[in-house]
């Protein structure tokens, strides 16, 4: 009676060490996934006493920098938080800049991450975004769904409290309708019903702008990621910055709950 989750694609990583990987980084520890809290926009053009909407313009140039070089390094997955389900409280000005910047670059970019295989998804409740948004985005996901280079998610009217809430809502349902003991519910129904299903947990989330806060991100996928936060804001974020954030990964001994084997007593 208990039906099992979704059987899902394993992520696409390249086998080969990339040559376009920098020397000092080792391929053999390198994060598959990487989730990214691009913050900071704001402060980047006050700074310059810009308009905050400058912020999120450049904002764009650091996401594209950082798409690539994830890509180039032979990083399977980028999970970045564009806007979060709290985010409709801004001033109404900046909502409506923010969404059709997201759909204008779509339509900008579609061919170049065509070209360089990427599988784009937008995860979010996508129906509360205007409908040529909607339209963009669904026309992305479908030219790039075949795609074998990176993963990119762009978390679109996201929130993890939500997602975690419709999970539990859809095995609620199943279960009512008699497809699921509720006994047999476990951590992999539970994950194939997230928005995320089928891409591996992100081993590493960098928070740009130095703020010390999930605000609500991938609350059930960052459970054993490691956290990089940098004082850098985000349209400022380089190859210099996501360098400093995966050495500081690969110089973390990752537990997983359990113990450091060195320190084990003897048997
Ligand atoms: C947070 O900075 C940033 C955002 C809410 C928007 C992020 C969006 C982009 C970088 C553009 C992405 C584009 C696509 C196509 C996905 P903030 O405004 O909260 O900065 P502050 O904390 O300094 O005010």
Same mark, same amino acid.
């Given at each position: 009676m208990s039906r099992s989750p979704a059987t899902t694609d394993p992520i696409q990583v390249s086998a080969q060490p990339s040559e376009l990987l920098p020397a000092c980084l080792d391929p053999?520890?390198?994060?598959?996934? /990487? #989730? /990214?809290?691009?913050?900071?926009?704001?402060?980047? #053009?006050?700074?310059?006493?810009?308009?905050?909407?400058?912020?999120?313009?450049?904002?764009? !140039?650091?996401?594209?920098?950082?798409?690539?070089?994830?890509?180039?390094?032979?990083?399977?997955?980028?999970? /970045?938080?564009?806007?979060?389900? !709290?985010?409709?409280?801004?001033?109404? !000005?900046e909502v409506t800049f923010l969404m059709s910047l997201f759909e204008r670059v779509l339509a900008r970019e579609l061919q170049a991450l065509e070209r360089e295989r990427v599988r784009i998804r937008f995860l979010g409740d996508l129906e509360q975004l205007? !409908?040529?948004?909607?339209?963009?985005?669904?026309?992305?996901?479908?030219?790039?769904?075949?795609?074998?280079?990176?993963?990119?998610?762009?978390?679109?009217?996201?929130?993890?409290?939500?997602?975690?809430?419709?999970?539990?809502?859809?095995?609620?349902?199943? #279960?009512?309708?008699?497809?699921?003991?509720?006994?047999?519910?476990?951590? #992999?129904?539970?994950?194939?019903?997230?928005?995320?299903?089928?891409?591996?947990?992100?081993?590493?989330?960098?928070?740009?702008?130095?703020?010390?806060?999930?605000?609500?991100?991938?609350l059930w996928q960052l459970a054993y990621a490691e956290i990089h936060i940098t004082d850098v804001l985000w349209p400022d974020f380089n190859e210099q910055a996501l360098l400093r954030a995966v050495l500081d990964y690969q110089g973390r001994q990752r537990r997983f709950g359990g113990v450091e084997p060195l320190l084990l007593p003897d048997a």
């Open positions: 053999a520890r390198l994060p598959a996934h /990487v #989730a /990214v809290i691009m913050d900071g926009n704001g402060r980047w #053009a006050r700074r310059r006493r810009l308009p905050r909407m400058m912020g999120h313009r450049e904002g764009v !140039e650091a996401l594209k920098r950082t798409l690539r070089l994830c890509s180039d390094w032979g990083i399977g997955a980028l999970t /970045v938080y564009a806007f979060s389900t !709290e985010n409709w409280s801004r001033p109404g !000005e205007p !409908e040529g948004l909607q339209e963009r985005i669904a026309a992305a996901e479908a030219r790039t769904a075949a795609n074998t280079g990176i993963h990119f998610n762009i978390c679109t009217n996201y929130g993890g409290r939500r997602e975690l809430v419709q999970a539990a809502r859809r095995l609620a349902e199943q #279960a009512a309708r008699g497809e699921l003991d509720p006994a047999a519910i476990d951590e #992999a129904h539970f994950e194939a019903e997230l928005l995320t299903a089928g891409e591996v947990d992100p081993d590493l989330l960098i928070r740009s702008s130095g703020e010390y806060r999930i605000s609500n991100f991938l």
